[in-house]
């Protein structure tokens, strides 16, 4: 994804020695030619799976970590790859989202790998219009903006039809990750994506979305329960596909008052991850999920019982807090400020040592408090997994 959605990539921080030297030499640049690496099964075995046992709160032999946007323009690779191409015509490329997502594992050891795709193919699936505009970032050209303009949406949505490229690119990258680390599949939270849909792009207050759910109710319960059903649908698309772990991002989670999440956030979250799981157990199938609601530290206690088994932290959030008030009922994620990976290496180390003790180790999976921002040194990168993986091992030795 990027990560929280690669349209982060484009716009403000609000919007989702480290180099792995044994990797250099694998993970060659995609190619779909072969029909065999193009279909969801006789998948290369896995090889680390440290990242899907601290999500199960399972013992490892250390903290697993990878970052939010780990796959983006900190990279210069990335951006050789992304120059003069259309943002949106490279996420609908199964090679190009490939090819993203497996360039920072070849220079981090990461421990999970985040298909590069978008949070805001959703609505288009729906049958909005959305561009990528330089300078601006994801736009809508038009918006919704009374509730009449519901009737402008698909009412039945063919999941495989609409998204079937994200499919294709998850099941490609599984071939082409060779078993190195799991593949984590993401969508966006249904009342994230209404507010982009309301506000047409991006928004300091999010004030016309905020508008439908005080002056249209109905209605925001009609376009959330809408988005809810495509992202089921497309959640299980991408296990299907060949996804080991899904993470739904409400990225304007902490827009939103601890009332209003209860009402037009927290239910949709919950019959998500319900119904999502309820039909992997159908098919005898067990994949962890992870919820992301940023700036929701209000909403700690009614996330650790909604159904996924990791909780993600933003970095207002003290690790030691978080233990007590999820009261071990989840894995937790995060939570380092991502304008930490500024400081010198030193210090970086001195930052994840105290992170990683005031989460504990076990149930825990380091990442950022939220994606990697473009002008991000990418040595400061690898010095944070490195400082992770090396302080996690200390500590557990020490137990």
């Known amino acids: 994804m ?22 250099s030499h694998l993970l060659s640049p995609a190619d779909m030619s072969k029909d065999d690496l193009i279909l969801p099964k006789d998948f290369p075995q896995l090889q680390n799976d440290t990242f899907l046992r601290a999500a199960r709160g399972e013992q490892t032999e250390h903290v697993p970590v990878w970052c939010m946007r780990q796959a983006g323009r900190y990279l210069p690779e990335f951006r050789e790859s992304r120059a003069g191409k259309d943002f949106f015509e490279t996420c609908r490329s199964p090679e190009a989202c490939c090819e993203l997502t497996l360039q920072p594992l070849r220079r981090f050891p990461f421990d999970a790998a985040i298909i590069f795709s978008d949070i805001l193919v959703v609505p288009q699936a729906l049958g909005m219009d959305v561009q990528m505009v ?19 949406l698909r009412v039945k949505v063919d999941v495989d039809k609409e998204l079937g490229y994200v499919f294709k690119a998850i099941t490609l990258t599984r071939h082409k990750i060779e ?13 994230t994506l209404m507010s982009y849909m309301i506000e047409g792009g991006g928004s300091n207050t999010h ?4 508008r439908w759910l005080y002056r249209y109710p109905e209605a925001s319960h009609i376009l959330l329960k809408m988005l ?4 089921v649908e497309y959640l299980l698309g991408q296990v299907a596909a060949g996804a080991q772990a899904l993470q739904v991002f409400e990225s304007h989670a902490g827009i939103l008052g601890p009332v209003e999440f209860k009402d037009f956030s927290l239910p949709y979250l919950q019959d998500i991850a319900r119904r999502v799981k309820n039909k992997l157990k159908e098919a005898g199938q067990d994949v962890p999920m992870i919820v992301f609601a940023k700036d929701a530290h209000y909403a700690l206690e009614d996330l650790s019982q909604s159904h996924y088994e990791v909780v993600g932290l933003d970095w207002t959030i003290d690790p030691q807090s978080a233990r007590e008030r999820t009261g071990g009922k989840v894995s937790l994620q995060g939570n ?3 304008c930490a990976l500024y400081a010198p290496k030193e210090r970086i ?10 989460f504990g180790t076990r149930g825990y999976i380091a990442n950022l408090g939220h994606g990697l921002y473009p002008d991000m040194d990418p040595e400061n990168v690898g ?12 500590i557990i030795k020490q137990i």
């Open 383 to 394: 010095a944070f997994v490195e400082a992770v993986h090396q302080h996690s091992k200390q």
């Open 336 to 338: 380092m400020d991502p």
């Open 349 to 358: 180390s001195n930052i994840v040592k105290k992170m990683v003790e005031g």
């Open 179 to 191: 078993g190195k680390v799991p593949l984590i599949g993401f969508t966006g939270a249904p009342w």
């Open 2 to 23: 990027t990560v929280e959605s690669c349209s982060s990539q484009q716009t403000s921080p609000e919007r989702d020695s480290g180099a792995c030297e044994k990797a």
């Open 207 to 210: 004030s016309k979305a905020k």
């Open 134 to 152: 330089a300078g601006k970032g994801p736009t809508f050209p038009e918006p919704l903006k009374e509730p009449e303009d519901l009737q402008r």
């Open 228 to 231: 809810t059903d495509v992202i």
